[in-house]
């Protein structure tokens, strides 16, 4: 059991999980870049196009959800996590499995889409246990606890229902027992995006971005409307009624934003770096994609479309999300077990490279826009060129990454630094 008060897990658990995910990164644009031909024209079916889509959203934001969600969790709720052993049995599950499934995808072998699913299922179901019992031990007096309780709880059932959706149309590709594939498919990208990930990441901003940007949090009441709204978009989604799903989500999705602007308004501090570009970005691109699942429920957008949704729901809105948050949160783990290790403690800005940032960010926008519009014009050395600058966004984070690892290996102990100032003239 971890006594109460330890809420900083070991270094090895939640940077297992974010360097699998840069890692992912790089291999779900590489996968792109490689899929360019047909990307345009995918249409769910087995193959290097989806086989890149769940390396995204699987390996990196899922990745990203769980490792990160770990560390951050028990602070967001002020209760330790149950035990540490299941964090490593998830890891042991998961990321292999990410692995073994996307292989599996693109090869169309189903003895490996099988072992891979199962196995990524898994390791969800035991973090819905593992998060559940942490939740049931929060104590619920603050409102911003409550905000973040509220919305987990939600997430977790849909990750329920994600797991359970996704071995349903893994196990179709072999049986073939499900008389629309197609439409299980897209309520199973609507519970992913929208349902597990989205109010995973809602929930967490409640915090985040408030100790970020140096701002009280937003109205209880208010965020409490958006939950209910989001809840209410998916279940209309998993009846089949985008339409309506997509417009509650939209009314949703504005007041959120609109709350999340307010915030930026009323911060205290003003330079938040290249990470809340890229979180503003993403604070467009959510709307924006609901707008284009309405349009697409109703039929009025051509051919590419589907194509350019996705896009702009996985990699718009929660890729740049996630990146943004990361290239927060990374410093920042970095600092504090660097000090819980001894060593002396650094300050944030001292750790990375901001140059690094702003060429990953840069590389980032460029990628989604030379993507979106290749698919739109069905032009292919545009969408391998937007991969390819995708690859060299998640390249330049890695760069990033092992910089601030290498910084806090070679830190002097917080003895050895203390000692050399008394002793300096």
């Known amino acids: 059991m971890i006594s109460p008060g330890a809420r900083l897990l070991p270094a090895s658990i939640p940077f297992r999980f974010l360097a699998a995910a840069l890692l992912f990164h790089l291999l779900g644009w590489t996968a792109m870049a490689a899929s360019a031909p047909i990307l345009a ?10 086989a890149g889509l769940h390396l995204m959203t699987l390996g990196v934001l899922t990745v990203t959800a769980v490792g990160a969600g770990f560390q ?37 072998d189903l003895w490996l889409l099988g072992l891979g699913g199962s196995a990524v299922a898994l390791a969800l179901l035991v973090f819905v246990v593992v998060v559940g019992l942490a939740l049931l031990l929060t104590n619920r007096t603050k409102p911003q606890v409550r905000l973040v309780v509220r919305h987990l709880w939600a997430s977790l059932a849909c990750l329920v229902i ?25 309520i199973h990208l609507a519970v992913a995006c929208y349902g597990f990930l989205g109010l995973l990441a809602a929930g967490f901003v409640q915090v985040l971005v408030p100790m970020f940007a140096l701002v009280a949090p937003q109205p209880e009441g208010q965020a409490n409307v958006v939950l209910v709204l989001a809840v209410a978009a998916l279940v209309l989604a998993f009846t089949s009624a985008f ?7 939209l009314v949703a999705a504005c007041i959120h934003v609109h709350g999340m602007a307010g915030l930026m308004r009323r911060r205290k501090r003003r330079d938040l770096g290249t990470s809340f570009l890229l979180i503003r970005l993403s604070w467009i691109m959510l709307p924006l994609s609901l707008m284009m699942g309405l349009l697409l429920s109703l039929d009025l957008l051509p051919a590419w479309g589907p194509g350019v949704f996705v896009l702009t729901l996985v990699g718009g809105w929660l890729l740049s999300l996630v990146l943004g948050m990361l290239q927060r949160i990374l410093p920042f783990l970095a600092a504090i077990h660097a000090a819980k290790a001894g060593r002396r403690i650094p300050k944030v800005s001292e750790l990375g490279n901001s140059r690094i940032l702003r060429i990953q960010a840069a590389c980032h926008v460029a990628a989604l826009a030379m993507v979106g519009a290749g698919i739109a014009f069905d032009l292919e050395v545009l969408i391998r060129a937007g991969a390819l600058a995708g690859a060299a966004s998640a390249a330049a984070f890695i760069v990033y990454a092992l910089a601030i690892y290498l910084l806090i290996r070679d830190l002097p102990p917080a003895r050895s630094a203390a000692s050399k100032e008394k002793t300096s003239p």
């Open 41 to 50: 024209s995918a249409e769910g079916g087995l193959g290097l196009p989806v």
């Open 243 to 249: 339409a309506g799903a997509a417009s509650v989500g």
């Open 162 to 186: 994600l797991a359970v959706l996704g071995l349903a149309l893994l196990g179709d590709f072999t049986h073939g027992y499900l008389d629309d594939h197609r439409t299980m498919a897209v």
């Open 72 to 108: 951050l969790l028990p602070v967001a709720i002020q209760a330790d996590l149950p035990a540490v052993w299941p964090c490593r049995l998830i890891s042991w599950l998961l990321l292999p499995g990410v692995a073994v499934l996307g292989w599996g995808m693109m090869t169309a």
